[in-house]
């Protein structure tokens, strides 16, 4: 089964730092970029970064640039989103995507919470 | 950067009804569109890509259609399986932002 399982997320105060995973299993994970996406509690959905598929080339919403790190080991099947210097504003379920036809998300994690409180 | 305005925000509709949703490009973005469902505490499901390309498994009654800076999504016959919030998404340029999403409410 195609799967992509995010973990990581937990209670951070304002200015810490936080890294989540995304493991992904049932595809060859080193053959797709892949995304992270968040939504704060009853709001829409934002997306944050990618990364192409072999780690070398990344993309940021302005929000988070200078203080998010997208990364991958495609050893591991494992993608990662580094979050640093955390505001009240990055609370949200993060999600993980991948890229399909078209540059479209078709297959999504099932989204790990992050607060951001003191 | 690329603005998406959906609409409306919110709708009420009955089983049985034909819906439309309206996704507006601030600027011309080909068929990079795509369109996603989510059901509450889940995770976003995508129904259409490349504008009005239907994803594997997803019902017909669901369709896309446009190109440029107007796209709209369809439900020919909503179900009751339907109720859930839809948000479009640009794929032409980054950052890729969502729309605000639309909550299909029952009548």
């Known amino acids: 089964e195609v799967q992509l399982v995010e973990s990581g997320g937990g209670l951070v105060q304002p200015g810490g730092s936080l890294r989540l995973s995304c493991a992904a299993s049932g595809f060859t994970f080193s053959s797709y970029w892949m995304h992270w996406v968040r939504q704060a509690p009853g709001k829409g959905l934002v997306w944050v970064s990618r990364i192409n598929s072999d780690g070398s080339s990344t993309s940021y919403a302005d929000s988070v640039k200078g203080r998010f790190t997208i990364s991958r080991d495609n050893a591991k099947n494992t993608l990662y989103l580094q979050m640093n210097s955390l505001r009240a504003e990055d609370t949200a379920v993060y999600y993980c995507a991948r890229v399909a036809r078209f540059d479209a998300f078709d297959i999504w994690g099932q989204g790990t919470m992050v607060t951001v409180s003191s | 950067d690329i603005q998406l305005t959906q609409s409306p925000s919110f709708l009420s509709a009955s089983v049985g009804d034909r819906v439309t949703i309206t996704c507006r490009a601030s600027?011309?973005?080909?068929?990079?569109l795509a369109w996603y469902q989510q059901k509450p505490g889940k995770a976003p499901k995508l129904l259409i890509y490349a504008a009005s390309t239907l994803q594997s498994g997803v019902p017909s009654r669901f369709s896309g259609s446009g190109s440029g800076t107007e796209f709209t999504l369809t439900i020919s016959s909503l179900q009751p399986e339907d109720f859930a919030t839809y948000y479009c998404?640009?794929?032409?340029?980054?950052?890729?932002?969502f729309g605000g999403g639309t909550k299909v409410e029952i009548k």
């Open positions: 600027q011309g973005i080909s068929s990079y």
């Open positions: 998404q640009q794929l032409n340029s980054y950052p890729l932002p």
